[in-house]
């Protein structure tokens, strides 16, 4: 299977401290990671490294055959799809649903807004229905749900057609509906034969969707383990990860987890 990443020593240093502590880790095109952890354990900073936002201190980030610091980032950037509540924040109240999705085309191509074509347009509405958005094109993004919001982010970061697909905390400040609703449709996307690499951020299990096949933990910005999911995601490694005495119980692919009595 192709490699999408390859992370070798990894360390990000900030204010005298690693908050990326030597991370050796390795995601192929047809694994769907989950990358779990505590606030502050460096999951973001991860994700942004995949991203091709950030360059390591020292060690070494292979996305998609191409070797951070040794590649031109902007072609790069384009085969990654990325959503997260920081890019969230820039786009405008008033901008339509369609222009959300339908830009993400022309940051890549760089086109401008007049002369896309209605190929982009039928893709962009093939997009929105799939994440259930359908209906909902003409509406402006400040008007939608918390978790309508998130589907059009994650439309947008698949418009594209990417390589990767990352997704910093998508469950996050969500109702029980909207992420139920939200995990459902990440699980369906998950375990489609043409859906590229995923990664995952969260800090609960409960939001790990059916379908994602590997997980990451991280502890201070140390990998505390990585692998298939059934066999690293333990009872004994989310104490590790957490610091905190926890069980960990599983039901038809779902996880939960609570501190043990
Ligand atoms: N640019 C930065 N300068 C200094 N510290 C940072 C910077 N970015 C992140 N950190 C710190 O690094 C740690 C890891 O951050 P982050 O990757 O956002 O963690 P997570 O997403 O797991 O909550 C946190 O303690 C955070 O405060
Ligand atoms: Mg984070």
């Known amino acids: 299977?192709?490699?999408?990443?390859?992370?070798?020593?990894?360390?990000?240093?900030?204010?005298?401290?690693?908050?990326?502590?030597?991370?050796?880790?390795?995601?192929?095109?047809?694994?769907?990671?989950?990358?779990?952890?505590?606030?502050?354990?460096?999951?973001?900073?991860?994700?942004?490294?995949?991203?091709?936002?950030?360059?390591?201190?020292?060690?070494?980030?292979?996305?998609?055959?191409?070797?951070?610091?040794?590649?031109?980032?902007?072609?790069?950037?384009p085969r990654i799809g990325f959503a997260s509540s920081a890019m969230a924040r820039r786009i405008p109240a008033e901008e339509t649903v369609l222009d959300v999705v339908l830009t993400a085309a022309y940051a890549v191509v760089g086109r401008w807004r007049e002369d896309y074509e209605d190929i982009d347009e039928r893709r962009a509405m093939r997009v929105l229905a799939e994440w259930k958005l359908e209906g909902l094109a003409e509406r402006t993004f400040g008007t939608l749900s918390d978790g309508e919001q998130k589907r059009v982010q994650i439309a947008r970061a698949v418009m594209t057609d990417p390589e990767l697909l990352l997704l910093d905390e998508p469950t996050a400040s969500l109702d029980l509906g909207a992420r139920?609703?939200?995990?459902?449709?990440?699980?369906?996307y998950a375990q489609a034969p043409t859906t590229p690499a995923m990664i995952m951020v969260t800090h609960h299990v409960e939001e790990i969707p059916v379908g994602f096949t590997h997980v990451l933990l991280l502890r201070e910005g140390r990998v505390v383990a990585a692998g298939p999911l059934a066999q690293t995601l333990t009872a004994?490694?989310?104490?590790?990860?957490?610091?905190?005495?926890?069980?960990?119980t599983e039901d038809a692919g779902r996880y939960a987890a609570r501190a043990a009595s």
């Open 180 to 188: 139920e609703e939200l995990l459902a449709l990440l699980g369906g």
């Open 1 to 77: 299977m192709p490699q999408v990443l390859e992370f070798s020593d990894v360390v990000v240093r900030r204010n005298a401290r690693n908050i990326v502590d030597r991370v050796d880790w390795s995601v192929t095109d047809d694994q769907r990671w989950v990358v779990l952890g505590p606030n502050g354990a460096g999951k973001t900073t991860v994700l942004q490294l995949a991203a091709s936002l950030l360059h390591p201190t020292s060690g070494s980030v292979g996305i998609l055959g191409e070797r951070l610091g040794r590649t031109d980032v902007f072609e790069l950037r």
């Open 236 to 248: 004994e490694s989310l104490t590790e990860t957490f610091g905190m005495p926890i069980t960990l």
